[in-house]
């Protein structure tokens, strides 16, 4: 019988596109795969792709496309036969696997022309190129997913998103657009990202501690308290991430308000420090080393979670915890000229004056 990862990973290259953890559930005790006892096999399932996209980031086998839908992740690993591979052709240059987006990405400034393509030709020539890799019957639907849902993550993060979307299935590279009102937007953004951040490091570390908690209670967590100097023992804060009212994963977050990058020894103490069936997470307004990332995704150990500046300031941009997000109503013209046919007070789908 296989582990619940490992038969999530047979339905999902089995089904060749993204389910819902139920639809998954479903398919992995239908089929065969794996046996619950328990009550709840789908909120399981559920929190265990959540914990290991969540402490393997990139690594996982798994990407989540939007709550509760969850695909193969198609980057690139240790085993892939084109991996660390570089060969130079007469029209593009072949490297590992990409991801969906990052292969779209690369697609549409080779051949995009500067212009949106349809993701059914994007997906073709990913695929013919090497780039992608599937055994799905859908990959096209998968690659207008994987766009769809990045668009969203970052515009909630207040980040400019690689790609638009000018109509239904058709991608283009923001970059490829003309100097305008996005620009301007991203532009403003990143001043606001980097202010955030300033204040972050300016901030007295007790209030950066309370800070981390609010930011903990935002994204789900329950019963946090934020430990005294005295007694931390390493942890600054705790509290309990629950998952649809079934799962609760008792956490125990340090937290380094540095400039440095933090290392291994730091992954190391977190880990020691660890109560009976807690998991860790590290956040701090620098990075980690290497060595530290390492230490994290070691298997047969407690799990030990990573968070960097860059995306700690994200977080409160998407969850508007030190800013507040306004929003408005961008009209464009759909054409240059106006369809005539119909009376002069009528309009076609596209909402055009006609005239006679």
């Known amino acids: 019988m296989s582990s619940v990862l490992d038969a999530v990973k047979k339905v999902l290259a089995k089904a060749g596109e993204p389910l819902h953890y139920k639809e998954i559930t479903r398919r992995i005790i239908t089929d065969g795969y794996w046996d619950s006892n328990g009550k709840t096999p789908e909120a399981t399932v559920n929190a265990q792709l959540s914990t290991d996209i969540k402490n393997l980031g990139k690594e996982s086998k798994f990407t989540r496309l939007r709550p509760g839908v969850f695909a193969l992740n198609c980057a690139p690993s240790e085993e892939s036969p084109l991996a ?127 800070l981390v908690g609010l930011l903990l209670a935002k994204l789900g967590f329950d019963e946090i308290a934020v430990t005294t100097r005295k007694s931390d023992k390493g942890i600054d804060v705790r509290g309990t991430l629950v998952v649809g009212d079934a799962i609760r994963i008792r956490m125990a977050v340090q937290v380094k308000r540095w400039k440095d990058n933090v290392q291994s020894p730091t992954v190391q103490q977190v880990r020691g420090s660890l109560g009976a069936h807690e998991q860790g997470l590290i956040v701090t307004t620098g990075d980690f080393s290497p060595g530290a990332r390492k230490e994290a995704r070691r298997i047969d150990t407690a799990p030990v979670g990573l968070m960097n500046g860059q995306q700690l300031v994200s977080l409160m941009l998407e969850h508007e915890l030190g800013v507040k997000k306004t929003s408005f109503d961008l009209f464009e013209v759909v054409h240059a000229e106006i369809v005539h046919a119909g009376n002069q007070n009528d309009c076609d789908q596209n909402g055009l004056l006609s005239d006679k």
């Not at 212009?115 to 990913?126: G, L, N, Y």
């Not at 997913?145 to 668009?151: G, K």
């Not at 970059?175 to 403003?188: A, C, F, N, T, W």
């Open 84 to 210: 660390n591979k570089t060969e130079l052709t007469d029209e593009f240059v072949s490297v590992s696997r990409l991801s969906f987006t990052d292969a779209a990405e690369r697609i549409l400034e080779q051949f995009g022309n500067a212009k949106p393509m349809h993701s059914r030709d994007i997906t073709m020539k990913a695929l013919d190129q090497g780039m992608i890799r599937t055994s799905g019957r859908t990959p096209a639907a998968t690659m207008y997913a994987s766009i769809l849902e990045e668009i969203r993550r970052f515009k909630n993060r207040g980040e400019q998103p690689r790609f638009y979307v000018p109509g239904k299935s058709m991608i283009g590279l923001t970059k490829s657009l003309p100097v305008g009102i996005p620009m301007q937007v991203d532009q403003h953004n990143r001043k606001v990202r980097a202010k955030v951040y300033a204040q972050l490091l300016a901030m007295p570390w007790g209030k950066f501690e309370d």
